[in-house]
Antibody, heavy 121, light 109 residues
């Protein structure tokens, strides 16, 4: 059974940093692209960043480019999102989502339950 | 960036009735379109990819159609568990930037 478990969310001040983790199990982690998708309170879904199975290819939404960094450790079956220079508008539930193939995420066929990030002073 | 729109924003339907949800892309995405269902407090669940292919475990009452810029999700006979928010998402972009529609809430009439 595919399982994705996010952690690392919490309250952080504007301008601060946070690192999210997503522990994966139930599939061959290195064989699938992964993404982070966020959802602000009461709002819709926004794709944030994606990474290929090998980690060699990464992509970002314009809203986070230069501030967020996606990475993965295939030996630990874990996906990460390093978030720097956080803003109030980054407040959201952050989901990790598995893609259907190795190179491009395309869409999320399995999702974690999410971790809440709140940026506030 | 490809912009996705969905209509209506809210759809009120009685159990057993048919629901038709629309999704439009600002430019052609071919058949690179996915649909998700999200219930309150839960993560999204993939229903359909490739515009019309149901993912494993999704009931046959859910069907997707369309290509290019116009897409439709049809729920043939609404069950109580189908009341939720539905999002479309395109994956046609290069560079790889994926965009979601704003969602359609299906509630009980």
């Amino acid at each position: 059974e595919v399982q994705l478990l996010e952690s690392g969310g919490g309250l952080v001040q504007p301008g601060g940093s946070l690192r999210l983790s997503c522990a994966a199990s139930g599939f061959t982690f290195s064989s699938y692209a992964m993404s982070w998708v966020r959802q602000a309170p009461g709002k819709g879904l926004e794709w944030v960043s994606g990474i290929s199975g090998s980690g060699g290819s990464t992509h970002y939404a314009d809203s986070v480019k230069g501030r967020f960094t996606i990475s993965r450790d295939n030996s630990k079956n874990t996906l990460y999102l390093q978030m720097n220079s956080l803003r109030a508008e980054d407040t959201a539930v952050y989901y990790c989502a598995k893609g259907p193939n190795l190179y491009n995420w395309n869409y999320g066929d399995y999702w974690g339950q999410g971790t809440l990030v709140t940026v506030s002073s | 960036e490809i912009v996705m729109t969905q209509s209506p924003a809210t759809l009120s339907v009685s159990p057993g009735e048919r629901a038709t949800l629309s999704c439009r892309a600002s430019q052609s995405v071919s058949s690179n379109l996915a649909w998700y269902q999200q219930k309150p407090g839960q993560a999204p669940r993939l229903l359909i990819y490739g515009a019309s292919t149901r993912t494993t475990g999704i009931p046959a009452r859910f069907s997707g159609s369309g290509s290019g810029t116009e897409f439709t999700l049809t729920i043939s006979s609404l069950q109580s568990e189908d009341f939720a928010v539905y999002y479309c998402q395109q994956y046609n972009n290069w560079p790889r930037i994926f965009t979601f529609g704003p969602g359609t809430k299906v509630d009980i009439k």
